[in-house]
């Protein structure tokens, strides 16, 4: 979230890829330039740092020059369910250290957000075609949205056919970290990395005026100050791409702190 958070995560990563042993890192980076949409510097700083793919949501194209890159680099995702024909794609297959497969997918949801495909059925058609344990190693979908219940019924849906479901959107980590009966790794929230000392990451001047006021006084500003990394930690079984293992990532000044230990 903004020029912080990106930061955070830029200096983070290569000693998280490194303490917690990581094969692979997914970072949503919708909010990274000046908490609209990214750009492909800023895409390529976060990818030298650490990850291997960059997901978005409702911002992806707040910066237009995204789209001269978009198109051709396939560690750039957006939503699935945009329509066509929207630039990009909205998942992709990776290589993972010792010869694995994984399947990113990017989804969006539709309750209090824009119009959108159905995201279920884009997941869906997806997973019919690259089946966990079978075609892939390991499945990581990254659900966009508001609801917390929407983000819920992804979980359960996909339970037991990907490796791990987790919701962005909200920029507030949720105290759900769970495995699903089938074996899905899931939380409805990552949380943001951002400064925490805001509101959703935003400056918090003009966010309380509108609340107070309905009246528009000034731009959204990203709030400055030092920000907490958040993510979400999963291990999965080798055989079965399952999860056998998740926690929640914190690491900053304000929320409580929690690095798994590996």
Wanted: with cysteine; hydrophobic share 35%; aromatic share 6%.
């Amino acid at each position: 979230m903004g020029r912080s958070g990106r930061t955070a995560v830029i200096e983070a990563l290569p000693d998280l890829r490194s303490r917690l042993k990581l094969d692979f890192v997914v970072v949503n980076a919708e909010n990274a330039a000046s908490g609209f949409g990214t750009t492909s510097k800023i895409a390529g700083q976060v990818i030298q740092a650490g990850a291997d793919v960059l997901s978005g949501g409702n911002h992806t194209f707040d910066q237009k020059e995204l789209l001269s890159v978009i198109d051709n680099d396939n560690r750039i995702l957006r939503p699935i369910n945009y329509p066509d024909p929207t630039p990009g794609r909205g998942y992709a297959i990776y290589d993972a250290p010792r010869g694995k497969k994984v399947l990113v997918i990017n989804a969006m949801g539709r309750v209090f957000m824009n119009p959108m495909e159905c995201p279920f059925r884009a997941v869906d058609a997806v997973l019919k075609k690259y089946r966990l344990g079978v075609t892939v190693h390991a499945v990581m979908v990254d659900f966009h949205g508001e609801a917390t219940s929407e983000k819920m019924a992804m979980g359960h849906y996909l339970d037991g056919r990907a490796s791990l479901v987790v919701g962005t959107h909200s920029h507030v980590p949720t105290a759900d970290a769970q495995i699903l009966p089938g074996g899905t790794g899931y939380q409805t929230d990552a949380g943001m990395c951002g400064d925490y000392n805001s509101v959703i990451g935003m400056e918090k001047t003009e966010p309380i005026n509108r609340f107070l006021t309905k009246m528009n006084r000034e731009r959204y500003s990203p709030a400055d100050g030092e920000a907490t990394v958040c993510g979400t930690f999963v291990e999965t079984d080798d055989r079965t791409g399952l999860a056998v293992r998740i926690e929640p990532i914190r690491m900053g000044p304000r929320l409580s702190e929690h690095i798994p230990e590996v």
